[in-house]
């Protein structure tokens, strides 16, 4: 089966850095299951939020560039966030990514504060630039 990016989630890519627009779009055609866009490109207030909630853990987070997604798995009619899911989410970023030659970090990998639904540029190959 064949997925494709609903309307809210195409909207809320917008504001995010072309490659990481790629990556997404290609990734849905290939993963096994369904997902939606999150949450993309993010306000200081929103991330302040975020870190008050205990939801992130920096104010110098990839969203408030453009350098990071946040994915939600859909099972049948529900968003679900049962780990298993995010690693076949993963495991289609990471081709996708690999295929079109972008580097990309998933945060299901790190150690500290593993967190399944993000994706990010990596800061290494994509300094603090805006778009």
């Known amino acids: 089966m064949s997925f494709r990016l609903g309307s809210r989630s195409r909207h809320r890519l917008e504001?995010?850095?072309p490659h990481l627009v790629q990556i997404v779009k290609h990734a849905i055609t290939l993963s096994d299951i369904d997902f939606t866009v999150l949450?993309?490109?993010?306000?200081?207030?929103?991330?302040?939020?975020?870190?008050q909630q205990g939801a992130s853990q920096t104010l110098r987070s990839r969203h408030l560039t453009g350098h990071a997604v946040d994915l939600?798995?859909?099972?049948?009619?529900e968003l679900r966030w049962d780990w298993p899911l995010y690693h076949r989410i993963a495991d289609a970023m990471k081709t996708?990514?690999?295929e079109l030659g972008i580097p990309l970090e998933w945060g299901g990998d790190w150690v500290r504060f593993p967190d399944g639904p993000?994706?990010?540029l990596p800061w290494h190959a994509y300094p603090l630039e805006v778009h």
Do not use: K, P
């Open 96 to 98: 996708a990514a690999n």
């Open 118 to 120: 993000h994706f990010q």
């Open 39 to 51: 949450e993309g490109l993010r306000s200081t207030r929103r991330q302040r939020q975020l870190v």
């Open 72 to 77: 939600g798995a859909w099972v049948g009619d």
């Open 15 to 17: 504001g995010l850095h």
